[in-house]
């Protein structure tokens, strides 16, 4: 038994570690560059040596780092797993394409992995703009419950069901509002309602509209 409320602990916690996850992450994944600019630096003969340390260095850090990111991060999302995805595939691409090219003296890899970084980069900033919208609904957003109207299965994920469901919610107007929510699990149906948060200011925007947990409720 503890004295302490152990999700406020585990927030706290978070909150203490997420900047330095995020430094961390970021960090990791920049030093591609770096790892190239070694591998090219050192004698050819020792350049097969340093290839396999940069590359296991770089691979550890940015699956260390990743990980610490996501149990930390206040909002998980699928955005920024593929962001952060693409950032570590693009770096990869980098340093297994470092050697140069005798013409221009530029690593093979350096167009695909920078095209590759682009893509990262417009995922973190929808990324980063869905984030944003939720800490603002969190913050100054009304608690109201949301209905499913439809329910489909549309796949499945890691051999469990992934569903396509349709929410209803009125807001403060008294006008119907629909969004869709994706969910994996059984048993969802029709009439079946879940807790949420929305942005008064913008209601009908999807990205300002967050399912709350259990512990979110303001009843909680």
Known sequence: MSLTDPTARANRRDAVIRPVAW??????????????????????????????????????ACLLF???LYYTAAHRNPLGITAYTFAYVAGLVFIL?????????LPDALYPALVIYAVSAVL?????????????????GVETTATVTAAGVNGMVNYVTHWRLTLKFTDQQGRDRWFHLGRTGYGYTVGQTFTIKYNPKRPGSRRSIVVLEPSQFESA
């Open 23 to 60: 430094v961390l992450a970021i960090l990791a994944l920049a030093t591609s560059p770096f790892l190239v600019a070694i591998i090219e630096a050192v004698p050819r003969s020792q350049q097969v040596a340093a290839w396999v340390i940069c590359m296991f260095s770089f691979i550890g």
């Open 66 to 68: 990743g990980l610490l």
């Open 97 to 105: 394409g470092s050697a140069r090219d005798p013409k221009t003296g």
């Open 124 to 140: 973190l900033i929808v990324y980063v703009s869905h984030a944003l919208g939720s800490s603002a609904t969190m913050k100054d």
